[in-house]
């Protein structure tokens, strides 16, 4: 079942849990946490980065847009990170039923003025809007784009870009960082900060760069109101270590005899980021 992420988010804010944004960027990963998503019985969001959508082309969307509509678990397919106004026109138009776009690296004013613009744009076509309010960090070179000092969000900012802007869920900056940590980093979530933002703003908030976070820190953020987890390098690590181990058969050229095994050590990772969320079974909600 196809949705825009207003209505997918709304249903997680009333009843307290996160829907899972993983990163998909191949048929493969898309095959494995959809058949996961539909097993756990868990709503899910498929969010695709434009340096994704470069690689995977406009008609992979299509793709995508297919396994929705035949699943009747609640899914919303998302521009991640969109920095650019064209890059959610794309978006947009190849069928995207959310955008994202970022401009968090700007003074407040311009960043409210530009989310502005977007949801001008996509809000009458039934298409949600996701914009950030402080820096999310970088963990590793091999991430998404983030920032080399994170700056947290502050509540009275929060609440004036809600108000001013209309838009339909923050991502907010509590410590988190893209990528996967180095062992000798720990990560720590600012949780106080959270929750004054969710006791001032109304709206399902975000919580970006969620891989290699402490599993504590994180249901904690759940269970104070974070109602989007976006994972991208935990899925994506599992599914390509083991694709090393399994290429270590040289003779191996079908990709039925390579993907099931790189699927399955993948999937392990959706199962678990699903049950922290507490996203699993949630599907009965949203035919209430």
Do not use: W
């Not at 793709?63 to 947009?92: S, Y």
Request: proline share 4%.
């Amino acid at each position: 079942m196809l949705m825009n992420m207003a209505d997918l988010l709304a249903v997680a804010n009333e009843h307290n849990f996160a829907v899972p944004a993983f990163n998909v960027s191949s048929s493969m990963i898309l095959k494995g946490v959809m058949h996961t998503c539909e097993e756990m019985q868990a709503p899910v969001i498929i969010a695709i980065h434009p340096d994704e959508l470069e690689f995977v082309e406009d008609s992979f969307v299509k793709a995508v847009i297919d396994e929705a509509n035949k699943t009747t678990v609640p899914v919303c397919i998302h521009l991640d990170h969109g920095a650019k106004f064209e890059q959610i026109l794309r978006a947009i138009r190849d069928g995207f039923t959310s955008v994202m776009i970022d401009a968090s690296s700007l003074p407040l004013e311009e960043n409210i003025a530009i989310t502005k613009k977007v949801i001008e744009v996509a809000h009458p076509l039934g298409v949600s809007v996701e914009a950030e309010l402080g820096t999310i960090g970088t963990a590793d070179d091999y991430g998404e784009a983030g920032s080399k000092k994170i700056i947290y969000t502050e509540v009275d900012d929060a609440v004036k870009f809600v108000k001013e802007t209309g838009v339909d869920c923050l991502a907010i900056a509590i410590g988190t960082a893209h990528g996967l940590y180095p062992k000798d980093r720990i990560p720590e979530l600012k949780l106080d900060r959270l929750k004054e933002i969710k006791a001032n703003v109304s709206i399902p908030l975000v919580l970006h760069g969620g891989s290699g976070n402490p599993d504590k820190e994180i249901g904690e953020s759940v269970k104070l109101g974070v109602n989007k987890i976006n994972i991208s390098s935990d899925i994506k690590d599992a599914f390509y270590q083991e694709c090393r181990k399994v290429l270590e058969d040289k003779g191996l050229r079908e990709p039925m005899a390579i993907y099931p095994k790189c699927i399955d050590a993948m999937n392990e990772v959706v199962r678990h980021k699903i049950n922290l969320f507490d996203d699993a079974d949630k599907v009965k909600y949203y035919y209430e």
